[in-house]
Every structure is written in structure tokens, then in C-alpha cells.
């Protein structure tokens, strides 16, 4: 006798908006300290563990549930990234070493390639998502850029570009939410036909 198939249906809420959410809040944070708005503190940190890296973790692993490989991958990636970013600044300081630029450099060059293999992963997405992705992309070279020179200028720039990255991806993560909750196009996110 054949095995018959089933349809299971998922009801399982989206998790995305959620990454979206901690990925901006953090990114939106830690850029305000980029642009010299102020110090580096324990806020950033906290964020950085816990919402822009234990939630995202947490989001990468409900978008496996749902058999969704890029989002696994995506928010997996970048709440490791948070934790391994708070480590890279917290652990020198409690171990008296310290990382030079040139280190820091191919940390942010890295992310900047791994980014923009992603950001074509978003081509058959919304273009909401696609700007969140192209402008993380700028965002690591600019920090990179910035490790290079040690410029205030190009710092300040970066923190900017890092305000408005985590802006796109706080507008997307409202728009879904919104869109879902009123069962049509509230906020646009400008889907890829």
C-alpha cells in the first residue's frame, strides 16, 4: 500500500520581525556610540548579549523549525556576531591583551564578505530586506575602513551608515508585524515580483 502524504500546515508564528528588531535596536545603539554620541558602555554590551545575540540565536533556530535555511543562517550568523563582538571588546580588557587594528580589520572584512554573500540570498526577497542587507555590507567595510585609518571623520560617517542600516531593519521588522496583524499592506516592504 502506497504511504500517503500529508500537508502539515505551520501556524507557528514568524520569527523574523524579532531578529529584525534585535539586529536594529543593537546595530541603531551601537552606532550612535560609533558617531560619538557616547561612551561605550554597559548598555551596548547588554544589548549586544542579549537581544542583538541570545534573541537572534533564538530566531535562528525558530527559523529552522520553520525550514527556512537563510533565515537560520542569517540570524544564527549575526547573533553570533554580537557575542563574538562583545568578546572581542570586553575579554582583552580582562586578560590585559589587546587586539591590534590589523586584527580588528580582517574581523570586519570577514562580515563585510560573509554580508554581502547574503545580501544576494535577499535578490528574491523584499526589497526592505535587501537594504537592510546592502547597507550592513557598507556598514563592516566602513568599519573596517575605519580600523585602517583611525579616522574621526570616517567614524562618525560609519555611525551614521550604521543608524540608518539598523533604521531599515526596524522598519522591516514593523512592517511585518503590522502587515500581518492587519492582514494587509500597512507599511510597504516592496516585494520582488
Known sequence: MPEEKRKILDTTAN??????????????????????????GTMILGMGIFYGGI?????????????NTFGTIAFTSYGLFWLS?????????????????AAMVAYFT???IITLCFFF???KASRALQFVFASLTVLF??????????????STITGIE?????????????ALVLNEVFGKVVIPVWPVR
Not at 529584525?20 to 554620541?37: E, P, Q
Open 85 to 101: 563582538l562583545v568578546a572581542v571588546l570586553v575579554v582583552p580588557k580582562e586578560i590585559g591583551a589587546q587586539n591590534d587594528n
Open 55 to 67: 534573541a537572534q540565536v533564538i530566531v535562528g533556530i525558530m527559523e529552522w523549525k520553520k525550514g
Open 121 to 123: 540570498g535577499t535578490l
Open 141 to 154: 567595510f566602513m568599519l573596517a575602513l575605519r580600523e585602517i585609518t583611525g579616522n574621526a571623520v570616517i
Open 110 to 112: 570577514m562580515w563585510g
Open 15 to 40: 520569527p523574523a520581525p524579532l531578529g529584525l528588531a534585535a539586529f536594529g535596536m543593537t546595530t541603531v545603539l551601537l552606532n550612535l556610540h560609533n558617531a560619538g554620541l557616547f561612551n561605550m
Open 162 to 174: 550604521g543608524v540608518l542600516c539598523g533604521l531599515s531593519a526596524i522598519y522591516t521588522a514593523i
